[in-house]
């Protein structure tokens, strides 16, 4: 038997797949060669998917810590021994407490709709729990944009087989967008230029027409000075400008020092190449920016983000298909699904609970008042991917904290629970998976029975509710209900028949050509009253970071410090403690400079001690060309029993929040090297 599903990983790719069953097994799996962007292609990592779900490891059963937090030692017991201790507990808090003392955590590491936010979120609405501000990677890209052009929508990347000159920006395309590099081949293949940059030489910077590496955190100098060429040499489309944008004449004062040369002693990018670059960007049509999430990993990332898209504003590149800026198009997926329906607001009846950012888990665990009793986790590892990783542990340590985690293993998260709850995998569990890098709603199939006592997210906390025996109806509505009704003008029957759905998109691929932007002015706004009413700047402008080579800390903490994504085998968190995913990665590391390494007496492969006031930890160092001097690098990802120290990168990362949008300035971070 063939069952049909999508991948639910946090991936802009969002492939279709296909699950051969046998007697009730999981043999095989592979692409749907029907998905119209996958086309039957599946990653390293998920072509070994069935490695997760038979596990030897795996969490089948309901399970109460009883060594020592963080020591991992459990037993078994029923599901609802589980959730009567569960239930006692939150009832208690709640009582004694207050229902903000519960804090409800979770994020993408299963992406579908209904992993997501099914009846959890309606779940701790009508509890009244502390609210999460899911900030930690995303947001605060869309936030940027909204602030240029009221909508974080942009074109569908498939468009860029029509440009001709393709910037991928902070973007390492070929790795974490890996079905989207065929359609940019294609556009090489009809004439298109593509130019990489990025603070790192990635594999998509090896492939690229031209590599410009500034550095880390000083893009927006680069973009400001592009913005200075074509102001000033009169390479702006201003037809466009006049009938679409507002505040062109105080963005071209604002722009008069903006020079090359000011931005190439900051970005450390010599000045004809910007120039030129400038030049290109603004002669060339269709000219196309795609770019992601990464470089929103910096105290000004909204900045970054909210000054890149000006400069489609300026050459009036929207005006052609495969022209403008291309990121998340998960906004048009959303546009399908009722937000309210699905996690029912209304059930806060009138209740408006604090909110905590989950970057900022370590300060809520430590130092929230009132206190945070109790965690419940569910589709995420913080102890792996939230900074400052030891102030995390430092409050998962506490004995009056009460924690629950819904997980597929013991993670090092998990090691922290007083109750682990099995949970299913996504070959387990119906689901719909809206994508954020193409534009196809898939439908995800159960494949086969779920193994053990595993549970969906959504039946985790229909028991937990039942247990507290709640009588809200809709905590208890089954999983095709809940997805009938958040996608209400969606036929059901046919998107579960044909797997996916294409969700409405302009025909013509011009989403902003004839402007229609959604802000106060109804134009792109170069110049911002919001922003300035929100005490940031009105136009958009370069401010290095406090934690940053220009900032304080930097006589101490000399390197910054990179923690990218550039694992074949594994994805965040997901996949690393497997065998034959991590193992081959070859293990943590640092990369260095080799100018960095030998001021600092240290050769390939030497143990190295990566410090800051947050903590510290050993690694063997690679010698790379890969970054500049002054940058050094720990790609992330890897559980702490990877590390000889069990520290893992997040131990030494900034928790300084973004300028707004709520996210992260994990690349903010500075750090010192000596022999270990």
Not at 97 to 114: K, R, V, W, Y
Not at 461 to 489: G, Q, V
Not at 496 to 516: E, F, M
Not at 593 to 598: F, G, I, K, L, V
Request: proline share 7%; net charge negative; glycine share 8%.
């Amino acid at each position: 038997m063939l069952v049909h599903g999508t991948c639910h990983h946090d991936c802009p790719d969002s492939c279709g797949w296909v699950v051969t069953v046998e007697n009730g097994r999981a043999v095989d799996m592979s692409g749907d060669p029907t998905h119209p962007f996958s086309r039957g292609e599946l990653c390293p990592k998920v072509n070994r998917f069935l490695d997760r779900v038979h596990s030897p490891d795996r969490v089948l059963h309901p399970l109460r810590r009883v060594g020592a937090k963080g020591e991992g030692r459990f037993e078994q017991i029923s599901w609802d021994e589980a959730t009567t201790i569960i239930a006692e507990r939150l009832r208690s808090t709640i009582r004694d407490n207050g229902a903000e003392s519960i804090l409800p955590f979770s994020d993408a590491g299963n992406q579908g709709m209904l992993a997501m936010s099914g009846i959890s979120a309606r779940f701790f609405h009508h509890l009244g729990a502390s609210r999460l501000i899911r900030a930690l990677c995303g947001p605060t890209v869309g936030a940027g944009v909204k602030m240029t052009n009221g909508s974080s929508l942009g074109f569908d990347p498939l468009d860029l087989e029509h440009s001709r000159l393709i910037l991928l920006w902070g973007t390492n395309t070929r790795l974490t967008n890996r079905h989207l590099w065929p359609t940019i081949e294609m556009a090489r293949e009809r004439g298109a230029r593509v130019v990489v940059i990025d603070p790192l030489r990635t594999i998509t910077a090896d492939s690229a027409d031209e590599f410009i590496q500034p550095r880390a955190g000083t893009d927006i100098a680069m973009m400001l000075a592009m913005m200075h060429v074509i102001i000033t040499e009169d390479r702006v489309d201003r037809e466009w400008i006049g009938a679409h944008t507002f505040g062109f004449e105080e963005l071209a004062e604002h722009l008069t020092t903006w020079t090359p040369e000011r931005a190439a002693e900051m970005t450390g990018v010599d000045a004809e190449v910007i120039r030129r670059l400038a030049r290109d960007y603004a002669t060339t049509r269709p000219a196309a920016i795609r770019t992601l999430v990464g470089a929103e990993h910096h105290e000004n990332g909204a900045m970054f983000f909210r000054t890149l898209a000006c400069l489609p504003a300026l050459t009036g590149a929207w005006r052609d298909r495969g022209g403008g800026l291309s990121r998340s198009v998960g906004s048009w997926q959303e546009e399908l699904i009722d937000d309210a329906a699905l996690e029912r607001p209304d059930l806060l009846a009138g209740r408006s609970p604090r909110t905590i950012n989950m970057s900022r888990l370590g300060e809520a665990l430590t130092a929230a008042d009132p206190v945070v009793r109790d965690l419940i986790v569910w589709n995420a590892n913080p102890m792996v991917t939230i900074p400052n990783r030891e102030l995390v542990r430092e409050g998962l340590e506490r004995e009056d904290l009460f924690c629950v985690v819904h997980d597929q293993f013991i993670t090092d998260t998990a090691r922290y629970a007083d109750i682990v709850l099995p949970a299913t995998t996504h070959i387990e569990s119906v689901d719909v998976v809206p994508a954020w890098g193409h534009l196809w709603l898939g439908w995800n199939e159960p494949a086969i029975t779920p193994l053990g006592e595993a549970v969906s997210n959504t039946e985790c906390f229909r028991r937990i509710a039942a247990a507290m025996d709640l009588d809200e109806p809709s905590l208890f509505d089954d999983d095709l209900t809940l997805i009938r009704d958040a996608l209400p003008t969606v036929d059901i029957d046919a998107l579960r028949a044909d797997h996916h759905l294409r969700v409405p998109y302009p025909n013509d691929g011009r989403p902003w050509a004839n402007g229609g932007f959604p802000t106060m002015t109804g134009r792109v706004e170069f110049a911002s009253d919001q922003l300035e009413q929100l005490g940031h700047p009105r136009l958009p402008d370069y401010i290095p970071p406090v934690e940053g080579p220009a900032g304080p800390l930097a006589e101490r903490f000399p390197l910054q410090l990179l923690t990218p994504k550039h694992h074949l085998r594994f994805l965040n968190s997901s996949y690393t403690h497997l065998p034959g995913h991590g193992d081959r990665e070859g293990g943590p590391f640092i990369e260095m400079h080799r100018d960095d390494a030998a001021q600092r007496g240290l050769d390939q492969d030497s143990q190295a001690e990566v410090h800051n006031d947050r903590g510290s930890m050993s690694l063997p160092v690679r010698i790379t060309d890969r970054v500049r001097p002054g940058t050094v690098v720990i790609p992330w990802g890897w559980w702490a029993d990877q590390h000889p120290d069990r520290r893992v990168a997040n131990s030494l990362t900034n928790d300084t929040l973004t300028d707004w949008g709520g996210g992260v300035a994990f690349s903010d971070t500075l750090v010192e090297v000596r022999p270990a």
